[in-house]
């Protein structure tokens, strides 16, 4: 399993958009969407010896850079813009400890690679009490 690239893949894209090629001729070439899929995920459906490409998209893309948690993040606090309560990503303990604890639980239940439908509704009944703190908490 490849690690995550903390932010390399989105570096490298806003670097070439920024970066004229007329001060920077030896600037390299992104690489093809099709080789990072290839790179990333192991499937070998397109490319360009065929003449066709295959991307991740954002969602993809932000999770070979950053991992499930900051995943979406970005989108979310775009979309927020448009609502009239902006979201940051500045947590209060009260959430970053939420936020441990289901990460905690769901690695203890899916650490085993298995699952079964206990442990999926131990998953809901932990979740649910998660969202009736919050919807208590000040």
Known sequence: ILPHTNGTLLEQAILQAIEPRIL?????????DS??????????EAGPESSTSIAFGYAGESYVDYGVPWMFAPVLVFVSLLFSEQMDLFFAPFELVIIGLSVIIVNVISNDGESN??????LLFAYAIAGIAFFFHD
């Open 35 to 44: 080789d990072k899929v290839r790179e990333y995920s192991g499937l070998y």
């Open 24 to 32: 920077f001729p030896n600037k390299p070439d992104l690489p093809s």
């Open 117 to 122: 439908w206990y442990e999926g509704a131990q």
